[in-house]
């Protein structure tokens, strides 16, 4: 069964600073890889996802993701954090093509200092 | 894009109860929809998988005679709690999966945090 680590529970990043939030992924093929973003008692926003092709994967709201075969990874990058991206992220899995629910990583949670 | 509703958003019943809990796609047709649950500051757990048509096929620890699956029609699955107790109180959230857009990508509903008390 695939698994997904998410090993930062909490990141604190100053506003303006440069993001990496780290994802890594067990699974004994390439799955279908996601980054959703959840606010407070709000619903998932897809931030970006990879099926296949460049693994340089662009995405709404500034935020890039790059898939890492050999290093089974697949971390999201921002340049410059504002405030309102403090939320929680979830990398998530999807190795069933889209037949399977996604597994999801534990998330981290962003705090964002002025 | 597709939209996935759910409704209600939030909804407070009393122990012993049952609530009903509907996930619809406006704007496309979902063979397949998912159910999560996400406890306070946890991640998402996938609860089961809906296909339209057939039964549910539940994950390992949900218990099927509580968290009743129907998937009727291509744009509407359900979730009902019965005999909701106190652990049960979560954050309910469905997905389904547009075939013809390619399959591979799942579309979240807003979700439906329920209260039991």
């Known amino acids: 069964a695939q698994s997904v680590t998410q090993p930062d529970i909490h990141i604190t990043v100053s506003e303006g600073a440069s993001l990496e939030l780290r994802c890594n992924y067990s699974?004994?093929?390439?799955?279908?890889l996601f980054w959703y973003v959840q606010s407070p008692g709000q619903g998932l926003q897809l931030l970006l996802k990879?099926?296949?092709?460049?693994?340089l994967v662009q995405g709404i709201k500034g935020f890039e993701a790059e898939f890492k075969r050999s290093q089974s990874s697949f971390n999201l990058r921002k340049p410059s954090v504002h405030w309102s991206d403090a939320a929680e992220y979830f990398c998530?899995?999807?190795?069933?093509?889209?037949?399977?629910?996604?597994?999801f990583g534990k998330g981290t949670h962003l705090i964002i200092q002025p | 894009g597709a939209v996935v509703s759910q409704h209600p958003s939030r909804v407070i019943c009393k122990s012993g109860t049952s609530v009903k809990i509907e996930c619809r796609s406006l704007?496309?047709?979902?063979?397949?929809m998912f159910w999560y649950r996400q406890f306070p500051k946890q991640s998402l757990m996938l609860m089961a998988t809906?296909?339209?048509?057939?039964?549910?096929?539940?994950e390992q620890g949900v218990e099927k005679d509580k968290f009743l699956i129907n998937h009727a029609s291509l744009t509407l699955s359900t979730l009902t709690v019965t005999s909701a107790h106190p652990e049960d109180s979560s954050f309910y959230i469905c997905s389904a999966r547009d075939p013809v857009g390619g399959g591979n990508e799942q579309y979240f509903g807003p979700g439906t945090r329920l209260t039991v008390t």
């Open positions: 990879y099926f296949s092709g460049d693994t």
């Open positions: 809906s296909n339209e048509g057939s039964k549910a096929t539940y």
């Open positions: 699974y004994g093929a390439t799955p279908y």
């Open positions: 704007d496309f047709q979902a063979t397949t």
């Open positions: 998530a899995v999807d190795s069933g093509g889209g037949a399977d629910g996604l597994t």
